[in-house]
């Protein structure tokens, strides 16, 4: 089953970069060489020293040994062509966060208002939010992300714009707002709108399996590319971490959303509703920290992701004071570590919002620090993700053929994890989005007689 149209997405990128003048004649193929001290090209498989990588608009072209000009890499002469010197960096796949949430974030500020980090933002500050952590995380090498739970306006609003080559961003998968029971985590709707059937639709709160398959809807409607529920209570929302939904709701939720082409995505801390996601076909269970054995042999059987989400136990204390309980849970059950020895498919995601956006990458030290190998977690952020978001023909390697998301960081991150703390270079789809530490702008923007 095609869970996403990522072809359609990466089309719709590379027209609105091309622009109207494109229309009327056809612009010339756009080719650029970069030259990669070392690559990492396919994560799982040792890097190679001195290689070219040939991308040709949005796409990878050819990976060869050694540092090819243009000729040498068989283009005509009069053929548009950049070099990218990276001779002296480590350069690896465009990396991806399986759960973010763009429309916030912690802040110690006294004017919390005005920089619109009140919690809940309106829909017009999480956009503009969603406007700015978007920018940071794709500067902090971040390509792809998925977006689980927000409103029903602000990420879609971004994402389209992303998508349309308005505004520099990654590529981002949103959820919109996630399914929840009246009461349980995620409903955030005042008590006398409650029982208001367009209030509750929009907040994704849900009771019995015909309003939640109602709601999954909804949600496709709004043009979701995920559907996120909330099978427990949660650490933000102080409701507990038992189960909230029934079976028979999750399994309406997750066969709703498998019909329309969805994946399903399951925050979940209780072992009993774990087990109950997963039986249900579930794609991923997110947190997941009170998960029991047999929980993971379910999961390994059935496919299903872990997205450990470390980070929003250990966030930078700078930032929120680590929630005692949720760090003691997790020292305790360990689930990360058991996930990763029972060969349970873990997808690298952190809950960024719950801390500041762009310091995504924390994760990975946090991976090797609970016992993942270096390229284990690359692989996370990249192959395995690019599994889990069903993009894998089109993304999570260095290859011909893949859309060109390049990330680059000097030092060797297969020795020191905490190289990627400081990507300096990004490519997404082609595109020079960072080079030499800074952002650019690199989308043409439609004239305005293109969009409206
Ligand atoms: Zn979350």
Redesign the pocket.
Known sequence: MKHFSFAALVTSVAIAAIGAAQAATKAPDRYVLVHAGTLLAVPGKPPEKEMTVLVKNDRIAGVSKGYLDAAAAGLAPDAVVSLIDLRNRFVIPGLMDA?V?LMGEPTFSRHRTERGDRNPPTPAEGTVNTMVYARRTLAAGFTTVRD??SDDQAVFAVRNAINAGRMIGPRILVSGSALAVTGGHGDSLPIDATGDPQARLRDGTCDGPIECREAVRFQYKLGADVIKFTATGGFGSNTGLDPQFFPDEIEAIVSTAHLLGLKAAA?AYSPIAIKQAVRAGVDSI?HGFLVDDEGLALMKKSGAFLVP?LS?SYPPPIFRIPDPESVRIRNEHKAFERAYAAGVKIAFGT?A??FAHGDNAKEFGLMVKFGMSPMDAIRSATVVTADLFGISADAGTIEPGKVADLVAVAGDPLQDVSALLAVDFVMKSGRVAKQAERMIEPFTYPPPSATF
């Open positions: 759960h949430h689980l739970g925050h997110e989400t929003a809950d919002g719950t």
